[in-house]
């Protein structure tokens, strides 16, 4: 792996610094990491792991080692089977929390969601959801919030209620589209897979419309023709 911008080497030990969030946060930071095709599909097959790389997972295995939540929608939990994470965070004896935004609260109670992890997996859920699926849930150990809505600033609000502010969401797209238009996107982590998908798969985000947002570049590293960017909001280099 290389440094884009000077072509110098980076290590794994180097990756920390390079993803640090920033210091003393007086709120959540919201982090969103996605890989994608050069022509912009985030799936081959339906799953993102047609798209990983080596140092796809070297970068995913840092960044969830350097929040305190990984925040992911239901139906990626779904469809790519989601487990626990299993390393420490840096400085931390446990991983980071899985929590999930769902509506229904329809995640299966015998998933590797609950059944393999070393953290209580929160979902994030509403009154609406079926009663029985909320206690099924938390039988299986889950710890259910119980929240008005589901809209970032109310999702947001309640991980800065437990002190969780660095924030990694690892998708789905209608998720990181709902993050964009509530402003919430703080910086952007995208994998460029060397490859040409073509067929239907889906953007790294889509749902309502609004203004551009700005990004400016703050990390650019290459490894064997794959491209590992991170972006912040050019607000937050002001």
């Known amino acids: 792996m290389r440094n884009l911008t000077d ?3 980076v290590d794994a030990c180097a990756l920390p610094g390079l993803y640090a969030y920033p210091a003393e946060l007086a709120r959540p930071w919201v982090r969103v990491n996605f890989v994608s095709s050069l022509d912009g599909a985030v799936s081959v097959d339906g799953l993102s792991g047609g798209l990983g790389s080596p140092a796809d997972k070297r970068v995913f295995g840092t960044l969830r080692r350097l929040a305190d939540v990984i925040l992911v929608g239901a139906g990626t939990v779904r469809a790519e ?3 626990g994470a299993r390393k420490p965070g840096f ?3 446990a991983p980071p929390p899985i929590a999930v935004v769902t509506g229904s609260a329809d995640l299966d109670p015998a998933s590797p969601l609950f059944t393999d992890t070393a953290v209580a997996p929160i979902v994030l859920t509403t009154a609406a959801a079926d009663p029985g699926r909320r ?5 299986a150990g889950g710890d259910v919030a119980v929240l008005d809505d589901l809209t970032p600033p109310t999702l947001l609000a309640e991980l800065d209620r437990r002190g ?3 924030v990694l969401c690892e998708g789905g797209p209608g998720l990181h589209g709902d993050l964009i238009a509530a402003d919430a996107v703080d910086e952007l982590c995208l994998t ?5 998908v073509g067929g239907g798969a889906g953007r790294i985000s889509h749902g309502p419309g609004g203004p551009p947002r700005a ?3 703050v990390a650019l590293l290459e490894d064997d023709g794959v491209l590992l960017l991170r972006y912040v909001r050019a607000r937050d280099q002001e």
Request: charged letters at 25%.
């Open 7 to 9: 072509g110098t080497p």
């Open 81 to 83: 089977n989601y487990r």
């Open 91 to 93: 400085g931390r004896d």
């Open 135 to 139: 206690a099924a849930i938390t039988a």
């Open 164 to 166: 969780l502010r660095k």
């Open 192 to 196: 460029a897979a060397p490859l040409l």
């Open 215 to 217: 990004m400016r570049p």
